[in-house]
Nanobody, 120 residues
Framework: QVQLVESGGGLVQPGGSLRLSCAAS????????MGWYRQAPGKQRELVAR???????YYADSVKGRFTISRDNAKNTVYLQMNSLKPEDTAVYYC??????????????WGQGTQVTVSS
């Protein structure tokens, strides 16, 4: 019943910007850690940015200073503002929701992904 739906991907020139959105449903959004991951062709999925329920954030070194993660708990939505995009940012971007396991139950959900292509 948990659903994460990403949107906002597309084709952009180097130096351009995109804002990704992830709308969550079927979960108590405010208590989850939310993250953005990406996977380029032939590479492993990597963590891009993460935001906990209290608002603290983490960024991969490769995107620090260029990307900003934020959340709106009233809208059950997490965002990724992507500025100064580089061709190396080209990947499928995935939204993730996580909270600690309880009594053997896992709470780790993924969206379907949205394609970001940075090309001149």
């Amino acid at each position: 019943q948990v659903q994460l739906v990403e949107s906002g991907g597309g084709l952009v020139q180097p130096g351009g910007s995109l804002r990704l959105s992830c709308a969550a449903s079927g979960m108590i959004f405010s208590i989850y850690t939310m993250g953005w991951y990406r996977q380029a062709p032939g590479k492993q999925r990597e963590l891009v940015a993460r935001i906990i329920s209290g608002g603290s954030t983490y960024y991969a070194d490769s995107v620090k200073g260029r990307f900003t993660i934020s959340r709106d708990n009233a809208k059950n939505t997490v965002y990724l503002q992507m500025n100064s995009l580089k061709p190396e940012d080209t990947a499928v971007y995935y939204c993730n929701a996580w909270r600690p396991p309880v009594a053997g139950a896992k709470y780790d959900y993924w969206g379907q992904g949205t394609q970001v292509t940075v090309s001149s």
